[in-house]
């Protein structure tokens, strides 16, 4: 009897240790080389929480509604697709913004995810929201990422059951003892990188950034917190354009401004990365024209939105700076 329980705790432990050792995940490759400092974050921070960092700043808005005024003419657009295109603009060119934590690793994610919500029904205030998670694939341009926010919008507005309500649906039918023990599973499997891919894939929550447009229902912008659930390091939250008062050239302006309210995983990166990634995001929203392109009749003025900057962009990238 003895001998029996000792084997079986010489096997456990060994499941424990290898277990431990195991570095990959299905989203994400392990992150081997890093400063000490940034390997030992996530045990002094354990949460996203805790490490949770707020950026406030703004787009100037005027170019952007103009841009959208034209580009309407040709497919259906609005401030949440240029949302989504910046984003994914910024992740592209600042691609060590694209990492997560999780079981005290860092892992960069195989994919750049962008999340956004919306309502299932237009300025209806009892309406559900539905958060929409896309792959952001090499190569693509700004309208044909409008075609497939457009195709996806259509489907959740559709009234069709969407993966999202049929998980839902199923977990909130089990007693509460079994669905607290089954949310706490799903944790562990987390934690040690073991969770299965379908599951991840079709979590909204496990997603590079999540963008929320407050000013399409004609909200301002707050600061959002991170979920502790998934693996989503970044939150944009983005509220309805306001005239501002700026400084120009020394003297008081009145401009057109869109708020965009930033918080993300200090653990991931630092300020310095982050602001490069930000920086994109806001040139997008602020040079439509030359970097979303699609007003042109011919096509000549498309662009693949993780294209490198040209020459002139880059300096005068610098030159902000």
């Known amino acids: 009897m003895t001998m029996v329980l000792l084997i079986v705790c010489a096997v456990l ?16 490759t392990f992150i081997h080389k890093l400063h000490p400092f940034r390997r030992m974050m996530p045990y002094i921070m354990q949460g996203r929480n805790e490490s949770i960092v707020f950026y406030d700043t703004f787009a100037r808005a005027e170019r952007l509604l103009e841009y959208l005024e034209q580009v309407r003419t040709r497919f259906p657009v609005d401030v949440t697709h240029c949302l989504v295109a910046g984003v994914a603009r910024g992740l592209a060119l600042v691609p ?111 997603t590079s950034v999540f963008v929320a447009n407050l000013g399409s229902v004609g909200m301002d912008a707050g600061f959002h917190h ?55 995001v806001r040139e997008t929203l602020e040079n439509p024209f030359e970097l979303l392109g699609g007003v042109a009749a011919d096509g000549s003025d498309v662009r693949a939105l993780d294209a490198p900057p040209a020459p002139d962009e880059t300096k005068a990238a610098a030159g902000a700076a």
């Not at 562990?188 to 891919?197: A, E, F, Q, R, S």
């Not at 509220?239 to 918080?263: Q, T, W, Y």
Request: proline fraction near 4%; hydrophobic fraction near 40%; aromatic fraction near 10%.
């Open 96 to 206: 060590k913004m694209n990492v997560f934590c999780v079981g005290r690793r860092l892992y960069r994610r195989h994919e750049r995810e962008i999340t956004f919500s919306m309502k299932r029904k237009q300025l209806d205030r009892e309406a559900k929201l539905s958060a929409v998670k896309l792959v952001m694939p090499a190569g693509e341009t700004f309208v044909e990422l409008c075609g497939r926010i457009n195709a996806q919008i259509t489907r959740e507005r559709s009234g069709e059951k969407t993966y999202s309500d049929n998980e839902l649906s199923f977990l909130t039918k089990l007693p509460r003892p079994v669905l607290n023990l089954g949310v706490r599973l799903l944790r562990w499997l987390d934690y040690h990188g073991i969770l299965p891919g379908a599951f991840i894939k079709g979590d909204a929550m496990y």
């Open 13 to 28: 432990f060994l499941g424990w240790v290898l277990l431990n050792r195991r570095t990959s995940r299905p989203d994400g």
């Open 226 to 280: 991170l979920y502790e659930w998934g693996t989503c390091p970044l939150f944009l939250m983005v509220g309805k354009v306001e005239e501002r008062a700026l400084v120009e050239d020394g003297k008081v302006v009145v401009r057109k401004v869109m708020p965009l309210r930033f918080s993300y995983d200090e653990r991931i990166e630092d300020g310095f990365n982050a602001k490069f990634g930000i920086d994109a």
